[in-house]
Structures are given as structure tokens and as C-alpha cells.
């Protein structure tokens, strides 16, 4: 299973953007504290729909407590950060890797970046351009990840698929 984690996020509507991206994919999320919202909050329900249900969504106090829980996650990380490196296509996801991105006005804490340097990676953009939006980005790398793993357990037909 793919997991997203959001550093510190902090705009609610891209929270439920993200979980109903999660939702889909089936792929779990994990927000790391503090928050810039309740998760129990209407604006994040609202932008999650109906789909809450079929999101298997964790929280942490901070990075080390993420780390405590979920020691694995350091063998198999991957950071999104506009300071990156290296694009995206450079990296070879693994079906449960961990994808990290960080808050919406700041990204990801500069000393996490710099322990994970070779494992940065961005979108490619136009230098004039800051930065994409979070439930974008996520959005992008999510399925680049399960593309490379042959999309494991989701449909790739839709009801006009014709046997």
C-alpha cells in the first residue's frame, strides 16, 4: 500500500482533496502535527466527500513520533520538494513507499531535507513558478508511483470498456 504523508499541513480543502485522492488509490495517509485545521473539520470533510470512509488516515505529533511508529518508512522514502535536485522521473517508486510532502507555505523542514538529500525529488515547473498546489503534487507522484507498479489492485476500465 502507497502512503502519502503531509507534513504540517495547514489549508483543509487540500486535505480532502488528498484524501479522496487516497480514497481511489487505496492508499493510506498519515499527517504529521500540527495541523492548520481539525481534521473532524467540515471544509476538509466537504472536499473529501463521501469518501472518508475508504481512507485509512493516521496522525502523529511530529516527525519523530511518525518515525517511532513507522520505522520502515526511512528504508523506502521519497521527499517532493520544489528545492529537489532531481525530477520525479528519476526515481523508482516502490509499491509501498512513502510519499512525503510538506506544508502548503513552507514545504518540508529544511534539516529533514538535507538527511534525505538523495532521496529529493520535484515536479519539473518554470523557474518563474513557485510551486504547484499540494493535492496537485500529490496527486501527480501518487499515480506516477502506482503507475510504475502496474497500478496494483485499481481498474484501469471504465464502464465503456467492451470485452
Same mark, same amino acid.
Given at each position: 500500500m502507497l502512503n502519502i504523508v503531509l507534513v504540517e499541513p495547514e489549508i483543509p480543502q487540500n486535505c480532502g482533496n488528498i484524501a479522496r485522492t487516497c480514497a481511489a488509490t487505496g492508499s493510506r495517509l498519515? @499527517?504529521?502535527? $500540527?495541523l492548520g485545521f481539525d481534521i473532524s473539520d467540515?471544509? &476538509?470533510k466537504r472536499?473529501? #466527500? =463521501?469518501?472518508? /470512509?475508504? &481512507?485509512? &488516515?493516521? =496522525?502523529? %505529533? +511530529?516527525?519523530d513520533a511518525f518515525f517511532a511508529a513507522n520505522p /520502515?518508512?526511512? =528504508? =523506502?522514502?521519497? #521527499?517532493?520538494? !520544489?528545492k529537489a535536485p532531481q525530477s520525479y522521473t528519476q526515481a523508482r517508486f516502490? %509499491? +509501498?513507499c512513502w510519499l512525503f *510532502?510538506?506544508?502548503? !507555505?513552507?514545504? #518540508? $523542514?529544511?534539516? *529533514?531535507?538535507m538527511a534525505h538529500y538523495d532521496r529529493c525529488i520535484r515536479l519539473p515547473m518554470r523557474e518563474e513558478a513557485r510551486s504547484l498546489n499540494l493535492s496537485n503534487s500529490v496527486?501527480? @507522484? !501518487?499515480? %506516477?508511483?502506482l503507475r510504475q +507498479? /502496474?497500478?496494483p489492485g485499481l481498474s484501469g476500465e471504465g464502464e465503456m470498456h467492451r470485452p
Open positions: 498519515h @499527517l504529521i502535527r $500540527p467540515r471544509a &476538509v472536499a473529501g #466527500l =463521501d469518501y472518508w /470512509q475508504f &481512507v485509512e &488516515v493516521r =496522525d502523529y %505529533e +511530529n516527525l /520502515q518508512a526511512a =528504508d =523506502d522514502l521519497w #521527499l517532493a520538494t !520544489t516502490s %509499491e +509501498n *510532502f510538506g506544508k502548503e !507555505t513552507a514545504g #518540508l $523542514p529544511e534539516e *529533514f531535507r496527486a501527480i @507522484l !501518487t499515480y %506516477e508511483a +507498479n /502496474q497500478f
